[in-house]
Each structure stands twice: as structure tokens, then as C-alpha cells.
């Protein structure tokens, strides 16, 4: 029974030791999360059988007054390409968060991915009708401006 617990103490010290050495994961600035949403967007746009159009870029004025966010937009006039988006991303380490589902639109079906290192967020809406097309929005989180 002694020995029981001597080796739970010892198994305790070693996991604390291992949890103490590991660093927080720490939220990028806006430049790194940028350059990293240009990265992925830049993926998803070279896969030659999804076609994306050229991507736009902005400053989104969406978050509380002193903060912004990136954001960028492409769109693909080939409605299947929506699986294999939503492949690519996640194969990049995006998780669904929400999906068509959540929203019951007849009109498009909706995907939201969020990486959750990166805090990146890229959606997904496939528009119906007579040109479908699908859309490609891709977020920072909210940045405090200096």
C-alpha cells in the first residue's frame, strides 16, 4: 500500500513537471495572424480545381471601437468546390464550428471553420440559384489598435 502511493506522488511530480515546462499558447499579433490568413487563403486559392477568384483584402470596422480585424473574400463560380474547401481547411487544422444546419436557409448552405491555434476563421456559403456560387470569407479575431 506504501509503495502504492509513493509511485502516485512521483507520477503526480512528473506530470506537474511536464505541465510547469510547456508554454502557454500565446494569441498571434495582427501582422503574424495577417500573414497567416494570406498563407491559408493563398492555399485554398492554388488548388487548381477549386478556382477561386482573385482575393480581396480589408480592415473590417466590425469589433468594438478600438480594435479591428482582417479580413479577406474570394468566391468560386463552381458550386461542388464547397466540399473540396471544406476538405482543404480542415486538412489544415480548421474545425467546423457551425454548419448549414444551424442556420435552416433555403436560399445557401453555410460552413464556419476556426482554427484553434491560430484563431483564424474562414466561412463557407454556397448561394443557390440560377449562378451558384460559393464564397470564401476568411477573419482574424478582434485586434486592439495601437
Not at 488548388?47 to 469589433?63: K, P, Y
Amino acid at each position: 500500500m506504501r509503495a502504492r502511493r509513493h509511485i502516485f506522488t512521483a507520477v503526480l511530480l512528473c506530470i506537474a513537471a511536464m505541465t510547469a515546462c510547456t508554454a502557454p499558447s500565446e494569441v498571434p499579433t495582427l501582422e503574424a495572424a495577417t500573414q497567416r490568413l494570406n498563407t491559408d487563403a493563398g492555399s485554398l486559392a492554388g488548388t487548381a480545381d477549386l478556382r477561386l477568384s482573385a482575393v480581396e483584402q480589408a480592415d473590417d470596422g466590425s469589433c468594438v471601437p478600438g480594435q479591428v480585424r482582417r479580413f479577406l473574400r474570394a468566391e468560386t463560380a463552381h458550386a461542388e468546390a464547397s466540399t473540396g474547401l471544406l476538405d482543404r481547411l480542415q486538412a489544415m487544422g480548421y474545425h467546423k464550428v457551425v454548419d448549414d444546419l444551424d442556420f435552416r436557409d433555403d436560399e445557401q448552405d453555410v460552413a464556419v471553420l476556426r482554427n484553434p491555434e491560430t484563431e483564424l476563421t474562414f466561412e463557407l456559403t454556397v448561394l443557390s440559384g440560377d449562378r451558384p456560387t460559393v464564397q470564401v470569407v476568411g477573419k482574424t479575431t478582434c485586434y486592439v489598435t495601437e
